[in-house]
Structures are given as C-alpha cells and as structure tokens.
C-alpha cells in the first residue's frame, strides 16, 4: 500500500488517528508526508462550520428577540430573556475568536432574519411582527441591547 492509499485508508477508517497522525507530521515538520487532500478540506470544513454556527445562533436570537418584543406575555419573557443572553454570549465568543466573521453577520443579517420570522410567523399567526428587522442593524446594539428595557 502506497503512502497515499495509506492516509487515504486512515482518513476513513479512523479520522482520530488521522488526526493524530497529521498533527505530528506537522510538528515534526514532515510536509511531505501530509494528506494535503483531507487536510485542506477539513480546514475548509472548519470555516464552514463556524459560519453555520453564527447563522443558527442569530436565527434563535432573532427568533426570540421577536417574541419578547412583540409577543405579551410575562409568563415567557424570562424564558426568552435567558435564551438571548446564552446566544449573545456564544455569538460574541465566536466573533472574538473569529473578528473576521462581523463581515459575514452583516451578510447574512436578512437572510436570517427571514428565516426566524418565519419560525415565529408559524407559531404566532395572530402576531404581526415587521417584515424586516426595525431596529439597529449593528453587530454591536444587536449583541447588547435590551430592546424591551426602554
């Protein structure tokens, strides 16, 4: 078995020892010896990953912002309040090991939106909530605000 067939076979058969293994080569130097194939599409794959974790995270956040702004109901606003909280906090989180990826919540900010509006469209029908987001559009005031404290 060649060395390709090899990582090739390891990469599939147990991707924690591949790991292992690919992380060694790197300490050690041995480029040569890289899956290079695997390993650029794991790393592209980590990109991927946290792009879609910053997008469910703001679907929820939007999600429940919009419930607690526009739903009455004190029975739940204490459980939507602990829900924007965790999502601010794992979104800035994100953003701090990853500043690059302001850029990207800009990007994605309608697309988003929608996508929670529908959600509580859905559960709400007799609720009208706004076809776009009224308020700040800003990374900042949507990550700290407390909209429903004025």
Do not use: C
């Amino acid at each position: 078995m060649t060395q390709v067939q090899q990582q090739v076979s390891l990469y599939d058969g147990d991707f924690a020892l591949w790991l292992e293994d690919v992380a060694a080569k790197l300490r050690s130097r041995d480029f040569d010896r890289l899956d290079i194939d695997h390993l650029v599409e794991e790393i592209e794959s980590l990109g991927r990953s946290d792009k879609r974790e910053l997008k469910s995270r703001l679907v929820t956040l939007f999600a429940h912002l919009l419930k607690r702004l526009y739903i009455d109901s004190t029975y739940d606003n204490r459980g939507w309040e602990i829900t924007i909280r965790e999502q601010r906090k794992e979104l800035l989180l994100l953003l701090e090991q990853s500043p690059s990826l302001s850029g990207y919540f800009a990007e994605v900010f309608d697309g988003v939106y929608a996508i929670a509006l529908a959600e509580v469209q859905e559960d709400y029908a007799k609720v009208t909530f706004p076809d776009r987001w009224p308020l700040s559009q800003s990374v900042d005031d949507l990550l700290s605000n407390a909209y429903w404290a004025d």
